[in-house]
């Protein structure tokens, strides 16, 4: 019993070492037609299932799959979390074993994103079903404990539905706890058990992941400059390189982007039967592949055989909710909802007289009901602004979306507003430039926040603009089919000028503040508002301080080439996780945010309940030609531009998957202020560090206010 390795729960608590067999998948067979919770719910086994007996590394779990160790990395959650194109339902087994001094009663937390069944020495001792989308729930849990080896194993359920949460986490409510954690059975398999069991299971690379860390999609070098002084040039440059980008089911925007300047491939046949044949399952995301071979069709880039198999694919397939079927594709969010809509209406203009089998509907009539359904559309754009707005991944889609109805819906109108709408999203990025790169805050992002300079927006806008940084994406291939849309003429000065407004993008006030040494940009959360029962129902509200956030990155410092700054509240423990909000993007929940041109302050105040207890800073310290730190304010120049970052607590360096770039505060409670300037205020580094100082910032946690010595002050409420 020494030899066997053991470990104690970490600082925080959390038993960490766990032995996992599964994930045992099977299709969802259940109704679909009440919503995604309602499936998330019903498709949860309701028995409760007895433990494993005797699992041991290398042996056959309950349903046959081996025991393996799980790796948690630098997670305190038992995670499984991932992407599932289709509806399934998931099935994992996990086990270990605690040992105690005596017997007692553990006083615990058991969270649980799905549905967790908690067993003690065969015991059932707890459900944590928490049915909902990405966010988990804790619940207080007793677990009697004899003296000695206590066997723990923990049932986990979820649907796996699009991008799901999938974990569970046995944190002990007193940290300190005298117990030690052994997987079972690990010195005392077989060798032929020890060999066939001893890989280590570690959660999957997901679709969200490669998002996440920045997909194949978009590639950039982030210092080159000029695609092309004239727009045929950089037509020509831009879908040259992006013809090379797509994989996997970007392949056939590929095709778009080759096909459209006349490169015609021996491999394109088989892309486009490889991706109607994926169309046909009605995976999500299905609607991005189907708004490419709808385009293809539409502008004859394809021969007569390639025009009959789109043709199969594009009667099949289902367009709206509305229309009979059941399937995991994402209807709703900006960018599917305008490629929906966009597809019916083209779909149905190409085969007027086709029966379209989901709808029973006449091609005639889909195209009308698209029609109308893009023009609400549109309505909303126009009236409201974009709800992801700026967003460096999504943007180039609905870019995209709009292209097809500029050039694919046969109705003129359309096409005008759609013009007037990518000729503003044009506008926006070049007013959020700097020093040639796209730097604003977004609606969603993923982790590609930290290279703003290898963005899809940053791709739209160096298509655009010969002097801004080079990056290229395959949805550049909507706007450059055809020569005949050319981007305002205005961008490039505008990308240079100084700049100070507000503007309104949906519900959200947008702030900037840029001057030709440094850029400060925000989005502006109001005072704390009661959260919602349900947090996911938070990120349709209006921002307010206290709700629980999604993926809306809230603000940029920048002075130059990467060396951007910020901060946020994890939506998890791990870099390079799948959750959403994640690490470095989104802010699990939300902070009081206000900016006055060129300072910008936070408050952060995170409940017990929520299971990321800090918050923290990106400070790429290696980006700037000069730090310094004193009194809790940190301070960085570039150039001639300058940048302090000061919290209420104090910063300590965390290393993760970056090193050197990550400043925790280790407190549910924090305050931060921001400040930008530039050696035309400030001679040097020094100068600027006691201008800082003199700004003297104090968080009164009893008030919720956070106050500057020259009055300045703002609160978690007005």
Known sequence: MSNTPSFVPDNKGYLRHWLIAGPIESPYTGPTQFGDDAMRSGAMDPAILPAPIEPMLGRAGPAGQLWAVHDPGHNVFIERSGFWFTLKHVNTWFATDLYADTSMTLPAWLWAAGCADLNCNGVHIARNDCPRYMYPKRQRVEIPLVAGANHLAVRLQVLGLRDSRYLFGLQCANPGTPAVIRRPGELHASVEAQQAGNQVARPPATVAMLLAAGGPADKADPTPRGSGRDHDSRRLSHMRAAMELGVDTAEVQAVVCARSIGVYRDSDRDVLAKTCQWIDGRPDCADFALAAVLRLAALNLVDEAERNLIKQTVIRFRYWTDEAGDDAMC??????????????????????????????????QQAEIGLQRCRQWLDAAEAHGFREYNSSGYIPITAAALMNVVDCSGNPEASRRAVALVDGIFRRLADQTFCGVVISPQGRVYRQVLEPETSGTQALLSYAVHDAVISHSVWLGYLASLPTYQPPDDLAARMVRPISCRYRQHTTEIVLHKTAEYILTSVAVGEAQPPAEDPSEDHERKLAAGQAGYQQHLWYASLGKRGHVFVNHPGEWIDLGSARPGYWYGNGILPRTEQRDNLLMQIYEIH????????????????????????????????????????????????????GQELRAWSQRSAWVCVCSSASEHPNLAAFLAHCQALAPRYDQSESLLLLADGTKMGWLR
Request: proline residues 6%.
């Open 331 to 364: 209807f709703t969010s900006e960018n599917h909802r305008l490629l929906f809509h966009s597809g019916q209406l083209i779909a149905g203009r190409l085969w007027p007289d086709e029966r379209f089998n989901a709808s029973g509907r006449s091609g005639r």
């Open 608 to 659: 017990d309940d929520h299971p990321v207890p800090f918050v923290h800073a990106y400070w790429p310290a290696d980006m700037f030609d000069e730090t310094a730190v004193e009194n809790r304010w940190r301070v960085a120049r570039r150039g001639r531009g300058y940048v302090g970052l000061w919290c209420s607590v104090p910063l300590e360096a965390h290393d993760q998957v970056l090193v």
